[in-house]
């Protein structure tokens, strides 16, 4: 098989798939982060980035929203350049790791084909909500990719080290289930280094973790104590996020049940016994332990589980690679017939990933343009009113906007434009219960969605 065939298609299906996430505009989640990120300034996210044992919530991902605001602005366009990037990153890294665990170029090159895109991906693509899911999975592959290549040359020297503390401190400040590091780091050494381990970078990586979890957990404002992010520790708990997973990753709603779980783990674990086959056994290491800490909360979306899919693309590939070897091996296969069967098995998971996978996009992006088109819309209004939003110190009212559902949106439209997020700024449809006439007359500005833009009005107009 010609490598350089299969990247080039590797990066065009990428590029075909990242495209309309390039002429995506902000999420909701985006202005909520952005606007989180700006009201906690620089002082605080660096610090957080340094004290990655403190409760700052993901410091990284407020790096990455902050960093480009100040750089770019209040446009949509270089967040989706950076965070895409990040994505194509991500391929190379889970494409090295794979080929450094399989001993495989080919096996290399399935994973990076797997991952590039999954319908269910959409919100990776199409908006940051989920750049901590994408930071997180780049630097924890990293500190995988890293370790495995130093202990390959033997003992860890202090660069090793140092290097992998701070690729997993960057880790833990991208997301939570980085903590899982140190167990990943030891089934690498139980797996591949059995007769040999070496516990130092075990240890320190264990130490990091410990001292990352207790200050999240422990900590004040602890991630944990919010109900969404509540643990629930439970096999029952595990199960409902394993079956959500399952579900999300076939494009099912009902399909997966408690024993079609079951049953995927049996297989998960059980064909890399059969085979003997010790990279995907660490596959199926990464699949069940890495996504931990989010298995035990409310169920989330296969967004939130890219570094899952991960492992599983690390599994696939080495399964497929194991199987092709065999089969060559049984037909006495000559050089170009290996080359030949090499190619057909890439050609032919590349068509099942197009018929499978590629087709879910116009979907993926109608979905997402279903609230962004208002969103943009919302956006370019406010940035041509530069006047409405200096020197307030009245509160301002949004009477209406094109924002139906969105309680908050408007709202963080109006501090990113002011690039102030101590603005005192209403929103009348979400208030409960409503002003009466004296209160409206408290604000300094009234601004009303007309159908095509935002304009001002005034209190008087504002039907009772």
Known sequence: MRAFLAVAAIAAYFLAMAWSGLQSGFSHDDLMNLTFALRDGWYKILRGNILFFSSQHRPL???????????FG????????VGIAALAVNTYLLYRLTKLVARSVEAG??????ICWHGNFGPLFFGSGNIYDVLGFGFYVATLAVYFAARQKGHLTVRDLVTLAVLQICAFNSKEFSATIPALLFCLELVFHHRKIVWRGVALSGILSAVFAAGKVLGPESLTSQSAYALRLSVDAWMASLTVFLNDLSYRTNWASTAIAIWFVVILVAAPLVLRNRAMLFGAAVTLLAPLPVMLIAPRGLASHYVTVGGLALWSSA???DLRERLSKAIHASDWELRYLQAAAFSSLFVWVLVTHATQLSYQSEVFWKDGRSIARAIASMRRHPEWWASRNAPILVVSDPLEGQHWASIFIGMLCARNPELSIHRLPSIDPKPSAEDLRKYGLYIHWNGSEFVQTTADAIPH
């Open 319 to 321: 399964l497929l690679v």
């Open 109 to 114: 090159l399935y994973a990076a084909l797997i």
């Open 61 to 71: 991902g407020s790096l990455y929203y902050l960093g480009i605001y100040d750089l």
């Open 74 to 81: 209040f446009h949509s366009l270089p967040f989706r350049i």
